[in-house]
């Protein structure tokens, strides 16, 4: 079945450093991925997706490729702020028998000191 | 434009209850899906419905069922309440019931703690 494994957390930056989160999957076919964010108390949104191979998503300074032949969905962003500061699940939909239902990663938190 | 909108915020339920939390999709969507988010986890596929049919389920047993309404909105019930129930309960609405790339949006759940 499909899954999604996240880097472990939790992730600790201060403010302007680069941010690296890494995701990779395994799917039969050909899934699309996105990349959520929950800020506490609160539930998802969706900050970024990619539908086929070697698309990049980007919104609001992040973005990650999508890339096939290592199965990786990294977020990037070059210059993380304070407000940054949430948990962030690697999710994928599709495959051969999960349709559009979503598979998360267990998340992983980010908190950004000033 | 209002969003994916879940009732109740937060419920507390004794062990072996019964519980229903309710979901409105964004209008005009007609799918909407549930998912269990338990604490420090990843949120967890439950049911899918699209045009008052269930299009997926996920591993849960038979005590969680779901349905949708004519209008599109849906209700979740889970029957003899266990400790493990205990979790956010996110409701997601998009536009389509079986694309792959159709963007999810999530409600802001309801908290469920079982006691």
């Known amino acids: 079945g499909n899954s999604v494994t996240q880097m472990e957390g939790p992730v600790t930056l201060s403010e302007e450093a680069f941010l690296t989160i890494n995701c990779t999957y395994t799917a039969t076919g050909y899934p699309s991925l996105f990349w959520y964010v929950q800020y506490p108390g609160e539930g998802l949104q969706l900050l970024l997706k990619a539908t086929k191979a070697d698309d990049k998503g980007s919104n609001k300074g992040f973005e990650a490729t999508y890339r096939k032949e290592t199965t990786s969905f990294h977020l990037e962003k070059g210059s993380v702020q304070v407000s940054d500061s949430a948990v962030y699940f690697c999710a994928l939909s599709g495959g051969v028998t999960s349709g559009s239902r979503l598979t998360f990663g267990e998340g992983t938190q980010l908190t950004v000191n000033p | 434009d209002a969003g994916v909108t879940q009732s109740p915020t937060h419920l507390i339920k004794t062990r072996g209850q019964h519980v229903t939390l309710r979901c409105s999709p964004i209008s005009g969507h007609k799918s909407v899906s549930w998912y269990q988010q338990v604490l420090g986890q990843g949120p967890q596929f439950i049911f899918q419905y699209y045009e008052k049919e269930e299009r997926g389920r996920g591993n849960f047993p038979d005590r969680f069922s779901a349905r949708q309404f004519p209008n599109y909105s849906s209700e979740l019930n889970v029957n003899a309440l266990l400790l493990g129930d205990s979790a956010l309960y996110l409701c997601?609405?998009?536009?389509?019931?079986?694309?792959?790339?159709?963007?999810?949006?999530f409600g802001p759940g309801t908290r469920l703690t079982v006691t």
């Open positions: 997601a609405s998009s536009t389509a019931g079986t694309g792959i790339s159709y963007e999810q949006y």
